[in-house]
Structure formats: structure tokens, C-alpha cells
């Protein structure tokens, strides 16, 4: 398997513009999670899909936020609009179940410039 | 909610010494205590985990130990080499959710 696999690896954008992250997850894991990760905070869960739905989206920092998954193999974080300081990294992680005994795999991130 | 303290933020050692990174977690009820390395340009990738009936857990050069009374876990490198170089993280699990600690940035030099 190629592992969580997300995209762009990079995206610059202008304040105000709308921005889409990808991730599609290892083929049978059954949970989805988005991270951000800032040197300031460290990394956080935005939220966590299960089945497809999503199961708990406390972390998703404001209405601006939202996140997808329209079958079981894509997802969608995307942030409308955006300001500089949602510049972070952003990773996905699936697992196969929830909780200890499931590792959570990680994608290589995506690294968002807001300008 | 889970705070997870994690220390030193840097660390540099000789190749072939010894580096030890320590946690400490605040919930009880945290039962899962993993660590994750991330190497620049990638995703944090699981090295060794542990869990609350554990106290102790080895894989070759790496080990964890787990004090649950005391509520600090900590990951120990032997005989360090150049590519153990990268930013190692400490988590705590309650249920599903990581909480993870500020990072560790370990630079092992030859």
C-alpha cells in the first residue's frame, strides 16, 4: 500500500482565498483524522471521520473550517477564507479502528503559506 | 482535557551515547502513551508504543518506560546513531484522542 497519501505537499495562497487539502486514506481503514501542526500549538485534531461520518469536529478551529469525506477512499479539509495565521502543516492520519491498538498512520502533510 | 508536558525541546548527543526524552501526561485516564519520530518533509511516524498495564517495553536500540502513579513516561535511545537525527514526539491516548507533547528535536552528531 502507498500509505495516506495527500495533496498539494505545498500551497501558497493570498488572504481570502479559499483552500482545499486532500487526503485519501489507506484502502480499509475505517477512520480518518485531520492534524494541524504549528510551532506555537503543536499538533492538534481538527476532527475525525468514522465510516465516512464525521464523529467529532471540536477541535476544527471556526466556522471557517470544514471538513468532508464523500466515500471511504477521499477527504476534504478546506478553509474559507483563509487568513495568515492558518498558515501550518496539515496531516491526515487513517487507522484501522479507534483507540489504543490502532495505530494511526500518518501522510506526509501538506504545508499551507497564507499570505 | 489531556496535557502532555514533554522535555528537553532540544537535545544533541555523540554518536554511540545515550538520549532520554521525558512526558508527563495530567488524565488518569489516558491508557495508550505512543511516540512518534518525524523526519523533516514527512508525517510522524510511530516508533514504539506502550501501554497503561506495561511498565517497561524494548525494540533493539529503543525502550519506553511508564510510571502511571507518577503519570510520566519516557523513551530511551541506545547507542545513537547519525539517523536517529529528527523530532520525536510523546502522545497520550484517552479513548481515540492523541494529545501530544511539544516535541523533542534530537541532532546526533558524528
Redesign the interface.
Given at each position: 500500500d502507498a500509505g495516506?497519501i495527500q495533496s498539494p505537499r505545498h500551497e501558497v495562497t493570498e488572504m481570502g482565498q479559499e483552500v482545499t487539502l486532500r487526503c485519501k486514506p489507506i484502502s480499509g481503514h475505517d477512520?480518518l483524522f485531520w492534524y494541524r501542526q504549528t510551532m506555537m500549538r503543536?499538533?492538534?485534531?481538527l476532527i475525525?471521520f468514522n465510516n465516512n461520518v464525521p464523529i467529532?469536529d471540536s477541535g476544527m478551529p471556526e466556522d471557517r473550517f470544514s471538513a468532508k469525506m464523500p466515500n471511504a477512499s477521499f477527504s476534504t479539509l478546506k478553509i474559507q477564507p483563509s487568513e495568515p495565521r492558518d498558515s501550518a502543516v496539515y496531516?491526515c492520519?487513517s487507522s484501522i479502528g479507534?483507540?489504543?491498538?490502532n495505530?494511526?498512520?500518518?501522510?506526509?502533510?501538506t504545508r499551507l503559506t497564507v499570505l | 482535557g489531556e496535557n502532555v508536558e514533554q522535555h528537553p525541546s532540544t537535545l544533541s548527543v555523540q554518536e554511540g551515547d545515550s538520549a532520554v526524552i521525558k512526558c508527563t501526561y495530567s488524565d488518569s485516564a489516558s491508557n495508550y502513551f505512543p511516540w512518534y519520530k518525524q523526519e523533516l518533509g514527512k508525517g510522524p511516524q510511530l516508533i514504539i508504543d506502550i501501554r497503561s498495564n506495561v511498565g517497561e517495553k524494548k525494540d533493539q536500540r529503543i525502550a519506553v518506560t511508564l510510571n502511571k502513579t507518577a503519570k510520566h513516561f519516557s523513551l530511551h535511545i541506545t547507542e545513537t546513531q547519525p539517523e536517529d537525527s529528527a523530532v520525536y514526539f510523546c502522545a497520550a491516548m484517552d479513548d481515540y484522542k492523541l494529545s501530544f507533547g511539544a516535541g523533542t528535536t534530537v541532532t546526533v552528531r558524528a
Open positions: 495516506v477512520y503543536g499538533l492538534e485534531l475525525y467529532d496531516f492520519a479507534r483507540g489504543p491498538y495505530e494511526q498512520f500518518f501522510g506526509p502533510g | -
